[in-house]
């Protein structure tokens, strides 16, 4: 079983920059893919970005592709989430996930407690 825990998460102002992590422990973390969704208030869990088991793989939503860069580091058991150019479209809970992947919440079976991204105008 995958125990996540998002951090990283806060208020900014429209322009700036939060980088979250997502720490995972497990000894298989190397085997999954690591997924981040957000989720709005009163909107649906949205796929943002995931990460093949080695990091040489990542796939981005349209709405932040060349704004969000995810990574990360297996020594670690670490993923992280740069978020730059941020707009206040881009409020949500921000919720990591491994599992088999896919840019669907299913293909998930573990998750984290979400963190909290506000990003003012």
């Known amino acids: 079983q995958v125990q996540l825990v998002e951090s990283g998460g806060g208020l900014v102002q429209a322009g700036g920059s939060l980088r979250l992590s997502c720490a995972a422990s497990?000894?298989?973390?190397?085997?999954?893919?690591m997924g981040w969704f957000r989720q709005a208030p009163g909107k649906e869990r949205d796929f943002v970005t995931r990460?093949?088991?080695?990091?040489?793989?990542?796939y981005y939503a349209d709405s932040v592709k060349g704004r969000f860069t995810n990574s990360r580091d297996n020594a670690k058991n670490t993923v992280y989430l740069q978020m730059n150019s941020l707009k206040p479209e881009d409020t949500a809970v921000y919720y990591c996930?491994?599992?088999?992947?896919?840019?669907?919440?299913?293909?998930?079976?573990?998750w984290g407690q979400g963190t909290q991204v506000t990003v003012s105008s």
């Open positions: 497990v000894r298989t973390f190397r085997s999954v893919w």
């Open positions: 996930a491994a599992g088999k992947g896919g840019s669907s919440w299913y293909g998930y079976s573990e």
């Open positions: 990460i093949s088991w080695s990091g040489g793989t990542t």
